[in-house]
């Protein structure tokens, strides 16, 4: 935080090029002196309105295309919580005191999303640079010049928007392709043993957001299982190839080390040697049912919850250590054990299903307790079905999150 007090609504008005806040339906919600003065318009003939209706297209000139350009970029941002830059756009503005009389304008626009906790784009900054007597100036006084600069402009822009699609289509593309590869590698939600557990992986919103969240069952020899979950840092292709490196190793190292500390230790020494995998973090548990006890530890994750049969929640916190390849030598990691009693519900999953932007973890983690506790009667399915409902947004989140649930 500042150290002096800021009026922020002040430095808004006085910010030296133009702005409009923007509704995601596209309404102006405010607008910036220097835009008003640009524009020739006072505030109550923008605020509340929608954007088009204030700045229409020329009707006049049937190759306009501002309006469509600027709709474009703004749906984009909506969609994808995304900052665009859009081409040079000439974008002509009616005449104040003049109805129907539009005056040539170039503009140099950007579209930045503000976005909310959970991700969701609440206001749009508009910001332009009108930059016509740049543009006039640099297209000489002859009509031919003039006539040269505008096609020019008007195949810039084209050019632009072609490219723009591309992208789009290209990161759809890539979203296909990631989910595809991440349902490849994950198992299919399948007995182990004679146990049965829950899964579920739900990919963050957005062409891009598609992360390395993973979940691991193994089958132990006596009445055991060992259950993970990992989240890889960064997003795409390039995540999820290393998740699924990383989500065979740990499986791997499950089957044969002694506990899910060693399993850990033997995931960090193999995660040095793969490319992104650095700061991954993991959690693995060991269910024994002959005891009625759980070992775990945790590599820089978010701790599993233990639901007990009276509805009360423990945090299995005890065993956390730093994340893969945080520290520059081998150290020993460590593991801590609970008991559990019949009926109570073991449950592990990713951040995304907790945390929010600018929300501490803790208010995350007493969501999920209290989600846990109201629906502690609720088989495994069901209830994970009712944590996804009640703990990621509507719109879905911007992270991935991968949950295990076993009710033991």
Known sequence: MSAFPIDYAAVFQALPGGVLLLTPQLVIADANEALLWRAGRERHELIGRPLFDVFPDNPDDPDASGMRNLRASLERVVATGVRDSMALQRYDVEAPGRPGTFEERYWSPVNTPVLDADGRVRLIVHRVEEVTEIVRAGAGDHPVDRVRMEAELYTRAQDLQEVN?????????????????????????????HHRAAVRYRPAVGALNVCGDWYDLADLPGDR????????????????????????????????????????????????????????????????????????????????????????????????DPPLGARPEHVDRPEAQVAFADDAVLVLYTDGLIERRLEDIDVGLARLAEALTRHRGADAETLADALLADLLPPGGATDDAALVIIRL
Not at 166 to 174: D, G, H, I, T
């Open 165 to 193: 699609e591309r992208l789009r289509l290209a990161q759809v593309r890539e979203r296909e392709v990631v989910l595809a590869l991440q349902e490849a590698m994950l198992p299919a939600p399948v007995p182990v043993g």
């Open 225 to 320: 299982m060992a259950v993970a979950v990992g989240d890889v840092v960064g997003h795409g292709l390039a995540a999820a190839c290393v998740m699924g490196q990383l989500r065979s190793a740990l499986s791997a190292a499950a089957r044969v080390a002694d506990g899910p500390a060693r399993a850990l230790e033997v995931l960090g020494i193999y995660a040095r040697s793969v490319d992104g995998a650095e700061s991954t973090t993991a959690v693995q548990a060991v269910i024994d049912w002959s005891t009625h006890t759980l070992s775990y530890s945790s590599a820089g994750h978010p701790p599993p919850a233990l639901l007990h049969p009276d509805g009360t929640v423990e945090l299995l916190d005890g065993a956390t």
